[in-house]
């Protein structure tokens, strides 16, 4: 049989198909958020993997950064550079590491130096595990699973939205929810000028727009002000069952949302400029009037992640799962 008639016959199959898909789609797996009171941060750690095996299991170190040295430590890198949002993200706004920490700025410049972004403008910036090599942005760390904390004080600023968090380079792919890549938000502080105990946490998978895109958050009231000018910890224990985000060694909130990632994660610790009315979780942001002689500060003090044996049988790639690509003519369906 000619291949154009084949062709012909199969296309209302496979336009069924791929429109039962998306429809299906809508349904995602059902997000349990509870808080479980015995989970918590790991008491003991092994100092590697195989001082963990040889004991029979348990949790073990996989990074102690404190930033002791006078330049960003070999597996940490500055964000992407040049445009963000209104703001740019810029080199010259993390300065080289001083007393035992790393300091990211913000602050509106009339005269920046820089090869990528202009003279003037808003700028801020960010650090991750990740540097350019030879014109690509590479991985230096990554991880799936595991307890994951920094101790920081955030920017005591209006118009600025600061945070830790974990993103996967495979965050947009279709077909298995979370399962085959998320980003994971374990905190986000823009809550100085709205109310400063609040505190968010959020999961998204399947993009950031179209008809696919999900996401999971919390804002919670920790009683606590956390813009008080002193150091706080944040943290995530992530387990193949579900996501406990932490603040001051206490969960606030558990979700298995996405199914729960089963992919390495990067992490990363940045700084955005929202000036205006609203930012995320719907938080009042204030006006942003840091200059030069007056920048704001995100200081980060450490960041600690360790792995638990038990959850090494259940890291996958990417290529363990199924992409699911809409083909073109269903732009109308999912978009």
């Not at 956390?226 to 603040?247: A, C, K, R």
């Amino acid at each position: 049989m000619p291949q154009k008639i084949i062709s012909a016959l199969l296309t209302p199959f496979v336009f069924l198909g791929s429109w039962l898909y998306i429809q299906f789609y809508q349904i995602n797996i059902p997000v349990k958020e509870t808080l479980m009171p015995n989970v918590s941060a790991p008491a003991q750690a092994h100092a590697g993997k195989a001082e963990a095996l040889a004991a029979g299991g348990g949790w073990y170190v996989t990074m102690d950064e404190r930033f002791e040295g006078d330049t960003l430590p070999e597996l940490w890198g500055t964000s992407p550079h040049g445009l963000r949002n209104k703001e740019y993200w810029c080199d010259n706004m993390v300065p080289r590491p001083s007393d035992g920490t790393v300091k990211i700025l913000a602050a509106a410049l009339e005269d920046n130096v820089c090869d990528v972004c202009p003279a003037q403008g808003e700028f801020a910036s960010g650090i991750e595990t990740r540097k350019m090599v030879d014109g690509k942005r590479v991985r230096t760390f990554e991880q799936a699973f595991g307890y994951y904390e920094c101790r920081v004080k955030v920017p005591v600023n209006t118009g600025l939205w600061s945070a830790f968090w974990l993103q996967t380079d495979t965050q947009s792919r279709l077909g298995s929810n979370g399962k085959d890549g998320s980003e994971i938000d374990i905190f986000e502080s823009a809550f100085y000028n709205d109310n400063p105990r609040l505190h968010g946490n959020a999961v998204h998978w399947d993009g950031y727009s179209g008809k696919f895109y999900r996401m999971a958050d919390r804002v919670t009231d920790t009683g606590v002000d956390l813009y008080d000018g002193d150091w706080h910890t944040y943290g995530l224990l992530w387990t193949p069952e579900n996501y406990t985000f932490f603040v001051d060694g206490t969960a606030v909130w558990q979700t298995n949302a996405g199914g729960v990632c089963r992919v390495p994660a990067y992490l990363r610790l940045t700084v955005e400029i929202r000036r205006g009315e609203y930012g995320p979780y719907g938080a009042r942001m204030g006006d942003f009037t840091n200059t030069k002689e007056n920048p704001a500060v995100f200081e980060i003090d450490y960041v600690k992640v360790w792995q638990h044996t038990d959850f090494l049988k259940s890291i996958k790639s990417p290529d363990d799962f199924r992409e699911f690509k809409p083909p073109a003519y269903m732009d109308k369906y999912y978009k």
